[in-house]
């Protein structure tokens, strides 16, 4: 499989009043064509900025100062912007959390879909009608010409989150970014949507990068996983090995804090203290403070190594899961 | 208890009636009975000056018709042509009836024109300043707020000295003095669109700036456009008037309605309060009806109010 993104050494930083925030710090991984990657974190640590860096849409006083995108073999990393514009919602798309939020209120559905067709292509308006149409078709929306019509508040959520998507996939890209996609949805919806996004992928060969906190959409969802913690990947395998067999102390404690009904009635895991403050980083390993296998290692900053056929950001990797029990 | 009908999904063959944001709006400004009597003032207003020729006894600008031998005849007088005069003549013999609506013609084109020029220069100001940032904005804001710390009537009395008499001159008057009421207007609304995700969105689908300006973000700063747009558009027939009474804005030969009021002003005391009080009337009326539209029309526009 040839590799559709491949982004190595990634930094995107924001120099702020306050100081330099080191929100993506050194991101590698690659998304073959046809796969899902799930990128899985706390709040703020950095997963959806190493979304937007990929498309070039990091406002100041972020900027990325550091590693490369290639998108099909091309550099895209700080590309102009001219050939940026060219690949957003074209060669790659984005899908967003809210979807209340991301259709806009006074433009029609079709209005919008459409826009997207002929921002990339010149063909005609009935056209690019009729694409809009057949691409709402194709992610369940009963009666699309109806719905084409409709102004986003007449759509509820989960239907909107559709259209987001039906408008993602509109110019076949190469990849989609889907940041949070199923987060602001009710869990039947987020079943469906998956489900969609899930046919479409294989459908089509589009590969997608799977932005999310909830393990438990990950684990059904996504060929490969990685975790991120404080601008950092510090775990990232195939998805069978990080759920099953978690190697991370973090990806331990996540694993541990989901409920699950096999473990009826013990207490969850909880993962102590607080997402680190971005501008004071600990010394040495950022999860550190917080990690309840620290050894005196700790306080240098691990190097992600292959082992286990994943790769991995520890010193002391947790060879069995029993300690979160 | 499974109401399928309740499921929009489920329910595709009977599909809600689409009603356009626009039909929305039209509903609610008509539940209003005082907007909507306002409304219906300010159209009859607007027909009755744009009809003046065809339903007015008299042209008062054309000399030949005008008799001094009409001077300041009390209201129902018999002029010297035959016809009544029922809302009496002023001092230079004009029919004041005719007169008026004659001068609503001239009052209401220089507010609507200098309202729409007033709104599209400032609009445009505003978006650019939003949407560009830093320096651009910072100036462009500055300029802005030196300019409403002077009040409206004062840069417009500056101007109308400099440019001299003329309706295209005061509209032009007019324009200077207003813009910056649209621009802070526009630039405030669409910095809190601009951070809005849907723009976002947009950008994400590749559509060129212009086009996420344009399209996406100025349709949603149109409600605390129109608002203001009203608003401004009474007080730049009010400000028109006052330019006119105070004899710097239009000719003694065309007489906007502030013109009318300043000729009856030295009459006030003898009695013959009919030549300036029937125009100030006309003024009232029409100002006031554009205000109350104006007020529901930022009721109904405004989401807060929303029941």
């Known amino acids: ?325 | 208890m499974t109401d399928m009908t309740a499921n929009p999904a489920l329910n595709a063959d009977k599909p809600a009636k689409v009603e356009t944001p626009f039909q929305r709006f039209r509903a609610e400004f008509f539940e209003s009975k005082i907007a909507t009597g306002a409304l219906i003032v300010f159209l009859i207003i607007v027909l009755l000056a744009v009809l003046a020729p065809w339903i007015t006894p008299q042209n008062p600008y054309d000399l030949a018709q005008v008799s001094v031998m009409d001077g300041r005849l009390p209201p129902g007088s018999e002029a010297f042509d035959g016809y009544t005069m029922w809302l009496g003549s002023d001092g230079s013999g004009r029919d004041l009836y005719s007169a008026i609506l004659y001068g609503l013609r001239i009052s209401l084109t220089v507010g609507l024109a200098s309202g729409v020029i007033a709104l599209l220069i400032g609009m445009a100001i505003g978006l650019v300043a939003a949407y560009a940032g830093g320096r651009i904005e910072a100036i462009i804001m500055r300029i802005v707020d030196l300019q409403l710390s002077f009040p409206a009537s004062l840069v417009a009395l500056m101007m109308v000295a400099a440019l001299g008499k003329g309706v295209d001159k005061i509209i032009l008057a007019l324009v200077i003095a207003q813009w910056a009421y649209y621009a802070r207007t526009v630039r405030a609304t669409a910095l809190v669109e601009r951070s809005k995700e849907y723009v976002e969105a947009a950008q994400c689908l590749g559509i060129s700036r212009f086009r996420v300006v344009f399209r996406h973000i100025l349709p949603n700063c149109m409600a605390p456009l129109i608002v203001v747009g009203t608003v401004q558009t009474a007080s730049a027939i009010s400000l028109e008037a006052t330019l006119s009474f105070l004899g710097v804005g239009l000719p003694q030969t065309e007489p906007s309605i502030g013109v009318l009021i300043a000729n009856g002003f030295e009459y006030m005391l003898s009695g013959r309060y009919w030549i300036s009080v029937f125009p100030g009337l006309a003024l009232l009326l029409t100002v006031v009806s554009i205000n109350l539209v104006g007020d529901h029309l930022r009721d109904v526009l405004n989401p807060r109010l929303k029941k």
């Open chain 1, 1 to 325: 499989m040839s590799a559709v993104l491949d982004v190595s050494g990634l930094k995107t930083h924001f120099f702020t009043h306050a100081g330099v925030v080191k929100a993506v710090d050194g991101v590698d991984f690659t998304v073959s064509k046809g796969e899902i990657m799930g990128l899985v974190g706390e709040s703020g640590s950095g997963k959806s900025i190493t979304g937007f860096s990929i498309l070039g849409l990091i406002d100041p006083p972020g900027r990325i100062v550091e590693g490369s995108i290639k998108f099909n073999g091309e550099e895209i990393a700080n590309a102009n912007e001219e050939r940026l514009q060219n690949l957003r919602g074209n060669r790659i798309s984005m899908i967003f959390q809210d979807p209340m939020m991301t259709l806009n209120p006074v433009l029609r559905v079709d209005t919008q879909m459409m826009e997207a067709i002929l921002a990339h292509e010149s063909v005609s308006k009935q056209a690019a009608w009729e694409r809009s149409r057949d691409a709402l078709g194709l992610v369940g929306i009963p009666s699309p010409e109806e719905r084409l019509r409709a102004y986003p508040h007449q759509l509820s959520g989960g239907m909107r989150q559709r259209v987001a998507i039906a408008t993602a996939f509109l110019n076949k890209p190469d990849l989609i970014i889907a940041d949070e996609p199923t987060t602001a949805l009710d869990v039947t919806i987020q079943a469906q949507i998956i489900h969609e996004a899930q046919k479409l992928t294989k459908q089509t060969g589009t590969a997608m990068i799977w932005i999310t906190h909830d393990l438990a959409v990950v684990a059904g969802l996504a060929d490969r996983i990685s975790v991120m913690y404080a601008g950092r990947i510090v775990e990232q395998g195939g998805i069978d090995d990080v759920i099953d067999r978690p190697l991370h102390p973090y990806t331990v404690g996540l694993l541990g804090s989901v409920p699950t009904a096999n473990r009826r009635g013990q207490r969850l895991f909880q993962i102590e203290g607080m997402t680190p403050n971005m501008l004071a980083l600990p010394e040495g390993c950022a999860f550190g403070p917080r990690c309840h296998a620290r050894t005196d290692t700790c306080h240098r900053q691990p190097s992600i190594e292959d082992i286990d056929e994943r790769r991995l950001r520890c010193f002391n990797p947790q060879r069995t899961a029993e300690v979160v029990k």
